[in-house]
């Protein structure tokens, strides 16, 4: 199983992962899925009706605007980077955030490095699986890397012409 | 000019260490090459034929006496004691050592300068109207707006991993001096009906394998909300760009295959569902930013009686007048051109003592500013006339005073083969072999404005496209050589330039370009330009001469 990055309150943790990834070819295991776009179209209601808690995995060329009504019902928003260098899913975790207000997990997987942790989590993501076997101190590490940002973003930090306001 | 506050220097030192911290993993065998190349990149750190190349951004080509001399400083303690200015007005140092390149990042946060951005799928180095504050044809000062965006662009959080690079320019003026009709975005500043600020916003231009000219998606777009329709621009392109197919990953494609009417639509489908005060940066922040630009400079009459003296009895410091001396919108002021164009010399090369030479005049003649132009050139802003006379000769000594902006000598030429991994062919010594052929000043000006720009290869960073005479350097079997392009400009008038025919080998450019002058020379109505004879003429006369011996 993965490793499961949480951030709680801008603190990294190792985290427990309740939810099992279930491909489409796979049968559904008993418990919390997170399955892909196509399944949750197909059986998203059913599961649901279950009492299960319920994550969709989103693939880098899929829309987030498809989820649109769904959202209030999901747990797990995944978001998957086939590529470290795709960058499509930052622009959908800002969506999901800002312009959705999702408020459910959002969570980094598939090519997923270190050197993305602050880009990441400044656009919303907030449970990461990292490929490149850093842990969670190393991964907190690089999100505080910087004392300043230069721009507003889902994380809420103050950027640097607010900073300068208040001083 | 803006200087860095605690928050900005913070960032710079941050971003050091950081890198510092990767190079020792690096150095330590604990990640991979391929590990390390992205890291690298983000740092403006290639692996090029030779060596390391640092990429050192410069941003809108602004520099001071302490910035230039802190490129003097690495380039003689790090590199080989010069550096290269690119048409993206960075520069280039092409021998770095690894190990090295963290203490020349901590060098250059020490002067409020870095590395961010020059390379990578991310909005790279802004680049404006090199004229900014000292020209009397600027609507406003595009400062103010290259450095919203580049506080805005800096290790942005949703735009770090595009689909390919991104560029952005600035014009300000009613003559485009920043090419912005070949950029990712051009920004072209105009005035409204009731004289309110706006932007003209030109998306998809760009040279390159496949060139296009920028398509406005919008006329006027008011000035304080260029961030937030940066950032719908820039949202749609890195949700919708192509990433299957490097070449076609630009924004260029993307909106030469939407159109740019449906391109336009989708933009403002998606700015008109963002909040426009959540991004665009407040007035105390632009009113700070603006503050920081301005230029005091003393009342003086307009004219000058010691340069009119020294113009009547020196044609040498007249014809430097008359190419490199430019009029600044306030009396008794000029702009001064400093080429980096001697003939024989490589085009945008500069030795450290000469970047210590133009520092200290900067300082002391041109109210501690410094330019870089897309030209590969630089310029002193503010410089009274006054002291003209006293600058040329500083010049002069340093062998910085060719005067010849504009001219045919006044090639831009990308590194080439020389250095450049991506290279075909070189780029330098194609163009010192013209140069040294129209190396009398007299010849030179006789022929005209003609700017001659030439890429080793089709990535097109000597911007041949856009040259009124382009080569491109091709590899034919092993062999280099080069194809001719006529008519193109990035100006206003922007247009690409045609291909003339066969490409040529390395020993017949030169004369080629030879014989199409002595075309224009002939065929040349008043005061027509090289261009204007050509689009009059059409390609006709030029292949004819060029290619009479093939056939």
Same mark, same amino acid.
Not at chain 1, 132 to 135: P, Q, V, Y
Not at chain 2, 422 to 426: G, I, P, S
């Given at each position: 199983m993965p490793t499961l990055i949480k951030m709680h309150q801008g603190r990294a943790a190792l985290a427990n992962d309740p939810f099992t990834s279930v491909a489409d070819d796979e049968s559904l295991p008993p418990g919390d899925v997170i399955i892909s776009l196509t399944r949750f179209q197909s059986e998203g209601d059913r599961l649901l009706s279950e009492g299960r808690a319920v994550g969709v995995r989103v693939e880098a060329g899929e829309e987030i605007e498809v989820l649109a009504y769904d959202l209030p019902r999901l747990a797990v928003v995944a978001l998957a980077f086939p590529k470290f260098r795709d960058g499509r899913h930052y622009s959908n975790a800002r969506l999901l955030r800002e312009r959705y207000s999702f408020t459910g997990e959002v969570r980094a997987v598939g090519d997923v490095l270190r050197e993305q942790a602050l880009f990441m989590f400044r656009c919303g993501v907030d449970a990461f699986e990292p490929a490149?076997?850093?842990?969670a101190e190393q991964w907190e590490a690089a999100t505080r890397r910087y004392s300043h940002v230069y721009q507003r973003a889902a994380d809420g930090r103050t950027p640097a012409f607010a900073e300068r306001r208040e001083a | 000019m803006y200087q860095y506050d605690s928050i900005d220097k913070a960032f710079v030192a941050d971003r050091a260490a950081e890198f510092r911290g990767q190079v020792s993993r690096r150095l330590a065998g604990e990640i991979t090459e391929d590990q390390f190349k992205p890291i690298r990149l983000m740092n403006g750190l290639y692996l090029q034929l030779h060596a390391y190349m640092l990429r050192i951004a410069i941003p809108y080509g602004t520099l001071n006496s302490a910035k230039l001399r802190k490129l003097a400083f690495i380039a003689r303690t790090y590199d080989k004691g010069y550096g290269h200015f690119t048409t993206r007005t960075n520069l280039q140092l092409h021998w770095i050592k690894l190990k090295d390149a963290p203490e020349i990042l901590d060098h250059l946060a020490e002067v409020g300068m870095h590395s961010m951005q020059t390379s990578g799928n991310v909005i790279r180095n802004i680049t404006a109207d090199p004229y900014a504050g000292a =020209?009397?044809?600027? #609507?406003?000062?595009p400062r103010v707006w290259s450095e919203a965006i580049r506080q805005w662009s800096t290790l942005h959080p949703e735009f770090s991993f595009l689909p390919r690079k991104f560029k952005i320019a600035v014009g300000a003026a009613v003559k485009d001096r920043a090419a912005t009709r070949v950029y990712d975005i051009g920004l072209a500043l105009r005035r409204g009906r009731e004289g309110e600020l706006g932007f003209e916003v030109m998306v998809g231009g760009g040279l390159g394998r496949t060139p296009y000219l920028g398509s406005t998606i919008r006329e006027f777009l008011p000035t304080r909300h260029l961030l937030s329709y940066l950032q719908a621009i820039l949202r749609v392109y890195n949700r919708h760009g192509r990433r299957d197919n490097i070449w076609k990953a630009r924004i260029k494609v993307l909106v030469a295959s939407l159109g740019a009417e449906e391109f336009a639509r989708q933009v403002e489908e998606e700015w008109g569902k963002t909040d426009p005060a959540t991004v665009d940066l407040p007035n105390e922040e632009l009113a700070r930013i603006r503050a920081s630009f301005a230029t005091e400079l003393e009342v003086l009459p307009p004219g000058s009686k010691r340069v009119e003296a020294r113009k009547a009895s020196d044609p040498a410091f007249a014809r430097f007048l008359r190419h490199n001396v430019r009029p600044h919108k306030a009396p008794g002021y000029a702009i001064v051109d400093v080429s #980096?164009? =001697?003939?024989g010399e490589t085009p945008g090369d500069m030795t450290s003592e000469q970047m210590d030479v133009v520092a200290e005049l900067g300082k002391r003649f041109s109210k501690d500013e410094i330019r870089v132009n897309y030209q590969q050139n630089l310029l002193l802003p503010h410089v009274k006339l006054d002291d003209v006379p006293e600058v040329y000769e500083a010049l002069a000594a340093a062998g910085l005073a060719t005067p010849n902006m504009e001219l045919i000598t006044d090639i831009i030429a990308c590194p080439g083969l020389d250095y450049c991994t #991506?290279?075909?062919?070189?780029a330098i010594p194609i163009a010192q072999q013209i140069a040294l052929r129209f190396a009398d000043p007299a010849r030179a000006e006789e022929i005209g404005e003609l700017p001659i720009k030439i890429s080793g290869c089709i990535n097109a960073c000597g911007h041949h496209h856009v040259g009124a005479i382009g080569i491109l350097g091709v590899d034919k079997k092993g062999e280099e050589f080069y194809q001719v392009t006529l008519g193109g400009t990035p100006e206003n008038d922007a247009a690409l330039g045609q291909i003339l025919g066969p490409a040529l080998p390395a020993a017949k450019v030169a004369e080629a370009i030879e014989q199409m002058v002595e075309v224009y020379l002939r065929e040349r109505k008043d005061g027509e330009r090289f261009l204007d004879t050509y689009r009059r003429t059409g390609a006709a006369p030029f292949k004819e001469a060029v290619y009479a011996d093939a056939n």
């Open positions: 490149d076997g850093s842990n | =020209t009397s044809d600027e #609507l406003d000062d #980096l164009k =001697t003939p #991506l290279a075909n062919a070189r």
